[in-house]
Each structure stands twice: as structure tokens, then as C-alpha cells.
């Protein structure tokens, strides 16, 4: 990422939110001049892609930036070749508060609680942003989008479920309207005992119950793919490099 896209970025950042509460499992502002190793690692525990998605990107710890109070996960268009020899067209920036390995522990997870945060999503076709949940102790499923926005249309996000069975459909909502490439913007998901409810700037958009809603403990990921069989390939128009920033993580308890 440039010096000068951060500055732009982060000059309309709100202001900082107020220290963690003594109630609050988690909460991340990004102080500092670097990621905190201890709560975040930079790749998932399979590696640093997600194959099945045909995503164009390999994640490499370099493109995790933090500047002024500000995360930064920063795509850009140049080849990277993995431990295994494979190429990639792209390099970006992913986080996770999952394990390192398979079996390993996940370094922050939770059972029931909200998670907010505050995102500013690039805007191009091929970009990818999200904020989602895995199972601190199973594979891939269930899986809790918390939100996903494809640059292609960045008014536009989505909001999703997907159970523990494959062969189900996800559970998945759109939600329509302010450009949100344009400026800070808030997500939250409130999990509680069979009932998951989202929002979208503070306005309630989509909720799940049932028995498939996870009672097991989660972690939390931010990412920035590029490409996949969903958002398709970047094009002439896709201009990098370019970031998802993030402002702040908070994770508190369920209320009672």
C-alpha cells in the first residue's frame, strides 16, 4: 500500500472508540506500529488461500499493514509463488484469530456474543472483502459471514449462514444501498442460544434461528480476496493496490 492512500484513508477516520470495558471479550483498534501476533495471525490454518473458491490471491503477512490506528489488508498485482511451487497473480492481506495449523489452538475464540466492526471496502471488480466466523474446532462448517461486499457493486453486501451440511444452500441475505466504498461503515452480528441477527449501520437486516445455529466457540477472520468463481477476475477498470481498512474489532458477551 502507499504512503498516500493510507494518508487519504485515514484523515476521515472517525474517532477512536473508548478503551476495552471491563465487560468486553475482545476489542482490537490497531494501536501501535505493527499486527499483534498474540491476537491475530496473518494466513487460515490450511494456508493462505482458499482453493475451492478459485481465488487469484496468495495472503502474505507483508500486506498486513497498521497505520495510524488503522489495519490495512492490501491487495496488490504482483505474482507470488507459494511454499509449493504454485503461482499466483496477486498477493493481499488476510487476519485471523483462528488457529495456526490444524488441531492447533485457536488464538482468540468465543461462544455467543456481538461482534462489531467498523470497515472501509475497496471499490473494483475482482475485490472481495469480508469479515466472517469458523469453528475454533472443526473444519469449515458452520460458517457466519458477517459481511461480504464484492467491489464490482459496492453498494451492496451480504449477510450469511451456512450449516454444517454441504449440500444445503446458505442461508444469505443482500442488503441494498449507500455506497459503501464511500467512507467508514458499521457491521455487527449479535449471536445468542439458537438465534444469529445482523446490522448494517446500526439498522437490523437479516436474522437466523433454528437448532443450526452454532453453540460452539468461533473465531473471527477479516480478508481481501481477489478473483474467485464468485467475484470473477479483476479488469483494466480494477486499480491497485487496494485496501480493506479496518478501524477497530470489538467482541462482548451475549447480554443476559
Given at each position: 500500500?502507499?504512503?498516500?492512500?493510507?494518508?487519504?484513508?485515514?484523515?476521515?477516520r472517525p474517532a477512536e472508540p473508548a478503551a476495552q470495558s471491563a465487560?468486553?471479550?475482545?476489542?482490537?483498534?490497531?494501536?501501535?506500529e505493527s499486527l499483534?501476533?498474540?491476537?491475530?495471525?496473518?494466513?487460515?490454518?490450511?494456508?493462505?488461500?482458499?482453493?475451492?473458491?478459485?481465488?487469484?490471491?496468495?495472503?502474505?503477512?507483508?500486506?498486513?499493514?497498521?497505520?495510524?490506528?488503522?489495519?490495512?489488508?492490501?491487495?496488490?498485482?504482483?505474482?507470488?509463488?507459494?511454499?509449493?511451487?504454485?503461482?499466483?497473480?496477486?498477493?493481499?492481506?488476510?487476519?485471523?484469530?483462528?488457529?495456526?495449523?490444524?488441531?492447533?489452538?485457536?488464538k482468540f475464540a468465543f461462544t455467543y456474543g456481538t461482534v462489531e466492526a467498523r470497515l472501509r471496502v475497496p471499490a473494483g471488480t475482482g475485490l472481495w472483502s469480508a469479515l466472517w466466523m469458523l469453528p475454533a474446532f472443526r473444519d469449515s462448517r458452520p460458517e457466519i459471514d458477517i459481511v461480504e461486499v464484492l467491489g464490482s457493486n459496492t453498494r451492496k453486501s451480504y449477510q450469511s449462514f451456512h450449516g454444517r451440511d454441504r449440500k444445503k444452500k446458505p442461508l444469505q441475505h443482500t442488503e441494498k444501498g449507500a455506497d459503501l466504498a464511500d467512507g467508514w461503515h458499521d457491521y455487527r452480528l449479535e449471536w445468542l442460544p439458537g438465534r444469529l441477527r445482523w446490522y448494517v449501520d446500526?439498522?437490523?437486516?437479516?436474522?437466523?434461528?433454528?437448532?443450526?445455529?452454532?453453540?460452539?466457540?468461533?473465531?473471527?477472520?477479516?480478508?481481501?480476496?481477489?478473483?474467485g468463481?464468485?467475484?470473477?477476475?479483476?479488469?483494466?477498470?480494477?486499480?491497485?493496490?487496494?485496501?480493506?481498512?479496518?478501524?477497530?474489532?470489538?467482541?462482548?458477551?451475549?447480554?443476559?
Open positions: 500500500m502507499t504512503a498516500g492512500l493510507a494518508a487519504r484513508i485515514s484523515d476521515d465487560g468486553e471479550l475482545l476489542r482490537e483498534s490497531f494501536e501501535g499483534d501476533a498474540s491476537s491475530w495471525g496473518t494466513c487460515y490454518w490450511w494456508g493462505c488461500t482458499i482453493p475451492s473458491n478459485k481465488e487469484l490471491q496468495w495472503y502474505e503477512p507483508s500486506q498486513v499493514t497498521v497505520s495510524g490506528g488503522v489495519l490495512y489488508l492490501t491487495a496488490e498485482a504482483v505474482p507470488v509463488e507459494n511454499p509449493d511451487g504454485e503461482r499466483f497473480a496477486y498477493r493481499s492481506g488476510m487476519i485471523s484469530s483462528g488457529p495456526s495449523e490444524r488441531g492447533g489452538k485457536p446500526g439498522k437490523h437486516v437479516f436474522t437466523v434461528k433454528g437448532d443450526e445455529v452454532p453453540d460452539e466457540p468461533m473465531y473471527v477472520m477479516a480478508n481481501l480476496a481477489v478473483g468463481k464468485w467475484p470473477r477476475s479483476p479488469n483494466e477498470t480494477t486499480r491497485f493496490p487496494a485496501s480493506l481498512a479496518i478501524d477497530y474489532i470489538t467482541v462482548r458477551p451475549a447480554a443476559r
